[in-house]
């Protein structure tokens, strides 16, 4: 009988990594969030413009995020793969570039009124708690495409893409609303 591994074998290899990086990337963005080089005394300039880079790789994240799923649909999967990793490598920038950002620069307030005030933090909050929440999926959804659980990969995928998606657009949603309230 020969010894192979079967995709759920494969799949819990990366288990605890999944919760560890579901854990972890969250807690390390927030206290980041929190420190303010500037006001810890570093001679640091505010990154101001990156912000429109970032919102720009949410853009793109989307478009890659939709045309991986029409070369999927097209039998393209080797397409489909590399889309995927270049969707992720695209949120681990953005994510370098926020955080970046926010340790060099003073935050911004929204200074929309009335309606377009509870839209925008409406939006803001639901993209925040589903980037927290992204992350498992997006992380289970790669290991069970490695491991050659397909059936399984596409049952989770159906519900990853559309958060991952909400997430990216709702990116540039944010950038938009905000952006006029930079201080320059």
């Not at 927030?30 to 413009?49: C, I, M, Q, T």
């Not at 069970?144 to 559309?162: G, L, Q, T, V």
Request: aromatic share 14%; net charge positive.
């Amino acid at each position: 009988m020969e010894n192979t591994i079967t995709g759920r074998e494969a799949e819990k290899k990366y288990n605890k990594w999944i919760v560890i990086l579901s854990i972890v990337i969250p807690v390390v963005v927030a206290v980041l969030f929190g420190v303010n080089l500037r006001e810890l005394g570093y001679d640091v300039k505010p990154l101001s413009f990156l912000p429109p880079i970032y919102a720009t790789i949410n853009g793109l994240t989307a478009i890659v995020l939709i045309t991986a799923v029409w070369a999927i649909k097209n039998g393209k999967q080797k397409l489909h793969e590399n889309l995927m990793k270049f969707a992720i490598c695209l949120s681990v920038v953005f994510l370098a570039m926020y955080v970046a950002y926010h340790m060099t620069s003073d935050s911004t307030k929204f200074g929309g009124e009335g309606m377009v005030k509870y839209v925008y933090f409406f939006i803001l909050i639901t993209h925040i708690l589903l980037s927290i929440i992204i992350i498992p999926f997006v992380l289970i959804t790669y290991v069970r495409a490695i491991s050659k659980s397909y059936e399984r990969h596409r049952k989770i995928a159906r519900i990853a893409f559309p958060l991952w998606l909400y997430v990216a657009v709702t990116g540039v949603v944010v950038y938009l609303m905000i952006s006029p309230y930079y201080a320059h």
